[in-house]
């Protein structure tokens, strides 16, 4: 009897990661690469289409509050990141929650001046896939 408790809890357990976890981290990863393909391709200020991108990923309650200020700040910029976009940015990369590639993201966003570099662009390829 105890060993088919053990199974139940662990299948049960097992069910809640596949439906309530792997969706949160595929929403997550979607949306790290969508913001990298849209940085890549970042030229001043974002497209229509890419705004409306953006602003699907920061209403998406399922990404970390990380994400969501990063896909704010893409959306904001004009040339350069906004003041209140930096502030927000520069908390990201100091909070230890947020993840590396949050971390680069954000730093990226900061240091956007009209494009990426080339280098950053390259590190991003490898993220919009």
Request: charged content about 20%.
């Amino acid at each position: 009897m105890k060993n088919k408790t053990s199974t139940l809890s662990a299948s049960a357990i097992a069910l809640f990661m596949l439906l309530v976890i792997s969706p949160l981290t595929f929403a997550e990863s979607n949306a790290i690469a969508t913001m990298a393909k849209i940085l890549t391709e970042l030229n001043h200020y974002p497209s229509a289409d890419h705004k409306a991108a953006l602003v699907a990923i920061s209403k998406d309650e399922a990404n970390s509050e990380a994400t969501r200020a990063i896909a704010q700040a893409i959306h904001n910029v004009e040339h350069q990141a906004k003041a209140d976009d930096l502030a927000a940015l520069k908390t990201v990369t100091e909070t230890e929650s947020t993840t590396e590639v949050e971390k680069q993201l954000a730093e990226m966003v900061m240091t956007f001046n009209h494009s990426l570099s080339t280098e950053n662009k390259t590190a991003l390829e490898a993220l919009a896939k």
